[in-house]
């Protein structure tokens, strides 16, 4: 018998699941994207290096401005370009903006109504108002920094290579709506500390995250198993592969292991680089590393709100425009790469240019791609234990666990449908 849940709700995007079950047991089981692939990387090739920033915000409408960053810095290693400290902390401040944003989304529209049994934010809303306003102040909040910094909340326009077209003279409009929501984010945690987490460990499983001298967004060495490696080695460690049943790509370690980007991973390899506030309510509330739980991913991703806000309002106070938003770029031919952490874990860019500086090669590994094979284990260590797994309850076990690890497939969202075949 095969189950399948023909469109996943509460998920950036169109994927389905199907689960085959023989005698009650599961067999198998396979989580489908069936989008159609969207090709960003053939439309580059051929343009100028300058539209890289524009292009790739298309890929994701929830978190754009990743795909700038990671960008921008692959043509920056192309071209042989350092950027000013100056410029650089900005480009953090408005990267803290989508986590607060993106994480809040997720957090309060589509995770929490899973731990209230509740459909969705509607209804949540109509049980706790106050928790549901809280996570749209929070969000507004990473919204104002996106908007004053890059130009617009959607699709940013401001972020180019070398720094910025242009900046602001002042950024005292947002110290308010931040340090508002730096406190309903330390209140809604306390809030949710106390929810109940189904319990379940994730099993063979590698953590992979940035290395960074603070905690990890902007940029870095991959971090994986002690050892820091370069960016521009990626695909020495992590191969690529595709399935016949997904128009998303899987990865897997070259050693076949499967591994884990995102807000776990992030803390699992540097909790204590956390700001104070983070550092301190994580100790508050229990949570320390190893999380093998990915039900309190909720749980971290609320920490990395606070830990964003909290910088970000520090960042706030000691603004002051810099001298120049750019830095010059001489095209040559070359080949960069760039990484940074996306909220759902590591966005990797490598590009290669030609004498003028049109691309030639564009390769971009998102971090959902990364995170295919671990939420299908996922599924398959929480499903497998089960006897006489039915149609009513696969929607109810299956789709809070893919929510779990927050999988931007794109930005729609589409109702469910369970089918029930008789043959595989």
Same mark, same amino acid.
């Given at each position: 018998?095969?189950?399948?849940?023909?469109?996943?709700? +509460?998920?950036?995007?169109?994927?389905?699941?199907?689960?085959?079950?023989?005698?009650?047991?599961?067999?198998?089981?396979?989580?489908?994207?069936?989008?159609?692939?969207?090709?960003?990387?053939? !439309?580059? %090739?051929?343009?100028?290096?300058?539209?890289? @920033?524009?292009?790739?915000?298309? /890929?994701?409408?929830?978190?754009?401005?990743?795909?700038?960053?990671?960008?921008?810095?692959?043509?920056?290693?192309?071209?042989?370009?350092?950027?000013?400290?100056?410029?650089?902390?900005?480009?953090?401040? =408005?990267?803290?903006?989508?986590?607060?944003?993106?994480?809040?989304?997720?957090?309060?529209? =589509?995770?929490?109504?899973?731990?209230?049994?509740?459909?969705?934010?509607?209804?949540?809303?109509?049980?706790?108002?106050?928790?549901?306003?809280?996570?749209?102040?929070?969000?507004?909040?990473?919204?104002?920094?996106?908007?004053?910094?890059?130009?617009?909340?959607?699709? @940013?326009?401001?972020?180019?290579?070398?720094?910025? *077209?242009?900046?602001p003279e002042s950024l005292s409009s947002l110290l308010e709506p931040l340090e508002r929501a730096l406190e309903k984010s330390l209140w809604a945690i306390q809030r949710m500390k106390n929810l109940n987490f189904p319990s379940f460990e994730l099993k063979d499983v590698?953590?992979? *995250?940035?290395?960074?001298?603070?905690?990890?967004?902007? %940029?870095?060495?991959?971090?994986?198993?002690?050892?820091?490696?370069?960016?521009?080695?990626? %695909?020495? !460690?992590?191969?690529?592969?595709?399935? &016949?049943?997904?128009?998303?790509?899987?990865?897997?370690?070259?050693?076949? %292991?499967?591994?884990?980007?995102?807000? =776990?991973? +992030?803390?699992?390899?540097?909790?204590?680089? =956390?700001?104070?506030?983070?550092?301190?309510?994580?100790?508050?509330?229990?949570?320390?590393? &190893?999380?093998?739980? &990915?039900?309190?991913?909720?749980?971290? +991703?609320?920490?990395?709100?606070?830990?964003?806000l909290e910088r970000a309002v520090h960042m706030v106070k000691g603004y002051k425009k810099p001298k120049r938003s750019f830095v010059e770029l001489k095209p040559k031919r070359s080949e960069g790469f760039g990484v940074s952490e996306a909220p759902r874990g590591i966005?990797?860019? $490598?590009?290669?240019?030609?004498?003028?500086?049109?691309?030639?090669?564009?390769?971009?590994? @998102? &971090?959902?791609?990364?995170?295919?094979?671990?939420?299908?284990?996922?599924?398959?260590?929480?499903?497998?234990?089960?006897? $006489?797994?039915?149609?009513?309850?696969?929607?109810?076990?299956?789709?809070?666990?893919?929510?779990?690890?927050?999988?931007? /497939?794109?930005?729609?969202?589409?109702?469910?449908?369970?089918?029930?075949?008789?043959?595989?």
């Amino acid at each position: 018998m095969k189950l399948r849940i023909d469109a996943l709700t +509460r998920v950036e995007g169109e994927g389905a699941l199907e689960v085959y079950v023989e005698e009650g047991r599961v067999k198998g089981l396979k989580l489908s994207i069936y989008e159609p692939p969207r090709f960003i990387e053939g !439309i580059l %090739k051929g343009k100028l290096y300058h539209v890289i @920033p524009d292009i790739t915000a298309r /890929i994701c409408g929830i978190c754009p401005i990743a795909y700038q960053m990671s960008g921008v810095q692959a043509i920056e290693d192309a071209f042989g370009v350092e950027i000013p400290k100056d410029i650089e902390e900005i480009r953090r401040l =408005l990267y803290f903006g989508e986590w607060i944003q993106s994480h809040a989304l997720h957090v309060f529209f =589509l995770h929490l109504p899973d731990f209230y049994r509740m459909p969705s934010i509607l209804e949540l809303a109509n049980l706790d108002k106050e928790l549901v306003m809280a996570g749209m102040e929070i969000k507004r909040a990473g919204s104002l920094i996106i908007q004053t910094l890059g130009g617009r909340t959607s699709h @940013p326009v401001s972020v180019v290579p070398g720094g910025f *077209s242009d900046l602001p003279e002042s950024l005292s409009s947002l110290l308010e709506p931040l340090e508002r929501a730096l406190e309903k984010s330390l209140w809604a945690i306390q809030r949710m500390k106390n929810l109940n987490f189904p319990s379940f460990e994730l099993k063979d499983v590698v953590f992979v *995250s940035l290395w960074e001298e603070d905690y990890p967004i902007l %940029k870095g060495d991959i971090y994986l198993e002690g050892e820091r490696i370069p960016s521009s080695h990626f %695909k020495e !460690i992590f191969e690529e592969f595709e399935v &016949p049943y997904s128009t998303a790509k899987h990865s897997k370690l070259k050693d076949g %292991k499967t591994y884990l980007v995102g807000a =776990l991973a +992030r803390f699992n390899k540097a909790h204590e680089k =956390l700001s104070p506030l983070a550092k301190e309510t994580a100790e508050k509330i229990g949570i320390e590393p &190893p999380i093998k739980n &990915p039900y309190k991913s909720l749980l971290v +991703r609320m920490l990395e709100i606070t830990h964003s806000l909290e910088r970000a309002v520090h960042m706030v106070k000691g603004y002051k425009k810099p001298k120049r938003s750019f830095v010059e770029l001489k095209p040559k031919r070359s080949e960069g790469f760039g990484v940074s952490e996306a909220p759902r874990g590591i966005l990797w860019h $490598n590009y290669a240019f030609d004498e003028e500086g049109r691309i030639t090669k564009a390769d971009i590994i @998102p &971090p959902t791609s990364q995170n295919m094979p671990a939420i299908e284990l996922s599924l398959w260590q929480l499903l497998t234990v089960l006897d $006489n797994l039915m149609e009513e309850s696969l929607r109810d076990l299956a789709e809070p666990m893919i929510r779990n690890f927050d999988p931007c /497939i794109s930005c729609a969202t589409h109702f469910l449908r369970v089918k029930v075949k008789d043959k595989p």
